[in-house]
């Protein structure tokens, strides 16, 4: 019987966006493909699914992946127990990595490549960072049998900065559905600090790219249009030296699943104003619960929202006050952009998502 390991390095890490992407493929997987002991039929004959882990990791696997086998190896732990101990498993088997890395040395294997933020905007990233990801990402893109990434905009800038190698690049669009499983909750000390006046809310971290700071251009303007203004996500202090939190604007930091699904309920818009995106999932979810969304008009943004967002220039903070002074004035244009978001979002299966990487794995199997 064939074996497709899982690269489940990723269970090591918080859960942050390229995590929520393996986590929700490998539970589509399990739910909707393979039977309660990990396998499956692929190109007519039956495949074991095992999850490899290291050996040390202090790992709790989610329900959702218990048809998964799992399989300790080794006694190294981060890039060295992937680059090394995953490296070792039979050339013969086929390697499924999620979360952009993957051991050089093998060539039966998927990787799935996120977005091309550390060739497009390499100063957001340190220059230890910088150079593994370049050059291993050079190398994968030669050797690894099956590459995918998560939208054509995605697709097209690999090709750009990694050359031809990327033309034979998969595109699996991302799930949103995973939105119908959270039950939203709002604590009673975080609806305490919600401004009484409508607000925008603003999905950010300290990360530049996020460009927070036409957030904080904004904010002035928000009160004219009676609207305050709610930010979730990392703290950075230096962010808010100068700025007035008081008057309906509150910043609360780091906020559980099932309170930020609140917030997306009770929010007037979700505003976007990334500078990069390989794929966007947040203004999908802010769809998914009915939150009109102001997004930026670049990298793969209009790819995935189309029609059901309203666009801004990330370097203009008029066109998002532009975008959110004809909601103020139209409420029947608000209406609109709920009813359309929540219909478009519904399009984004993580079981669509899972469905292509295996369609990828199996054309490479045949081949």
Request: aromatic share 8%.
């Amino acid at each position: 019987m064939k074996t497709i390991w899982i690269n489940g390095r990723f269970l090591t890490r918080p859960v942050t966006g390229v995590e929520r992407v393996a986590l929700e493929v490998l539970r589509a997987l399990c739910e909707q493909v393979l039977d309660a002991d990990g396998r499956m039929l692929l190109n007519q004959q039956q495949v074991q699914f095992k999850l490899a882990v290291p050996k040390q990791a202090a790992l709790q696997l989610p329900s959702s992946l218990a048809c998964l086998p799992v399989q300790t190896l080794g006694w190294l732990q981060g890039h060295a127990w992937e680059q090394i101990e995953l490296a070792r498993l039979p050339a013969q088997d086929w390697l499924l990595n999620l979360c952009n890395t993957a051991p050089i040395l093998r060539r039966r294997q998927l990787v799935f490549v996120h977005d091309a933020q550390v060739f497009a905007i390499p100063e957001n990233f340190s220059l230890k960072f910088r150079c593994w990801y370049q050059w291993m990402l050079r190398v994968l893109s030669r050797r690894a049998a099956v590459l995918v990434t998560n939208s054509e905009f995605s697709k097209q800038e690999l090709v750009k900065y990694l050359g031809d190698t990327f033309q034979r690049c998969h595109v699996a669009h991302l799930g949103a559905d995973h939105m119908q499983r959270i039950v939203p909750a709002l604590p009673a000390e975080v609806a305490a600090q919600l401004p009484q006046a409508p607000f925008i809310l603003a999905v950010s971290s300290a990360n530049p790219n996020k460009n927070f700071q036409l957030i904080i251009e904004l904010l002035p303007r928000l009160q004219a249009l009676g609207l305050g203004c709610v930010i979730v996500g990392q703290r950075d202090q230096r962010g808010f030296q100068q700025v007035d939190l008081n008057g309906g604007i509150v910043h609360l930091g780091y906020v559980t699943d099932e309170t930020l699904a609140a917030l997306y309920q009770r929010a007037f818009s979700l505003v976007y104003p990334s500078f990069y995106e390989g794929f966007g999932l947040p203004p999908l979810e802010a769809m998914w619960l009915g939150a009109p969304v102001v997004v930026s008009q670049t990298s793969a943004l209009p790819e995935v929202c189309q029609a059901a967002a309203m666009y801004c220039d990330p370097h203009d903070p008029a066109s998002v006050y532009a975008a959110l002074a004809g909601l103020v004035a139209q409420p029947e244009r608000l209406a609109q952009f709920k009813q359309v978001g929540q219909q478009h979002a519904r399009q984004f299966t993580w079981q669509a998502t899972a469905q292509r990487v295996l369609d990828a794995l199996q054309a490479a199997d045949r081949a």
